[in-house]
C-alpha cells in the first residue's frame, strides 16, 4: 500500500500513511476544507418552501 500523500511504502506506525508528516499533512487538508464533496444547492435556502403557482399564475 502506498501512501495517499506522497505514494511512499507505509509504514505500520503511522498506516495509511508513510511518517507522522503525512499523517498531518492529511489531517490540515480535512481541517481547512481541501476534502470537501461538491453538492449542488437548491434554489430555495434550506428550510424555505418555493412559492406555488396557482390556476391564474398568481404565486402564494
Known amino acids: 500500500m502506498a501512501?495517499?500523500?506522497?505514494?511512499?511504502p507505509t509504514e505500520k506506525?503511522?498506516?495509511p500513511f508513510c511518517s507522522k508528516r503525512?499523517?498531518?499533512?492529511?489531517?490540515g487538508k480535512w481541517l481547512t476544507g481541501s476534502y470537501?464533496?461538491?453538492?449542488?444547492?437548491d434554489d430555495a435556502e434550506e428550510g424555505e418552501t418555493a412559492p406555488i403557482e396557482d390556476d391564474d399564475g398568481k404565486l402564494h
Not at 22 to 27: I, N, P, R, S, Y
Not at 36 to 41: E, F, N, S
Open 36 to 41: 470537501a464533496i461538491p453538492a449542488m444547492q
Open 13 to 15: 506506525a503511522f498506516r
Open 3 to 8: 501512501c495517499p500523500i506522497c505514494d511512499r
Open 22 to 27: 503525512c499523517a498531518d499533512v492529511d489531517l
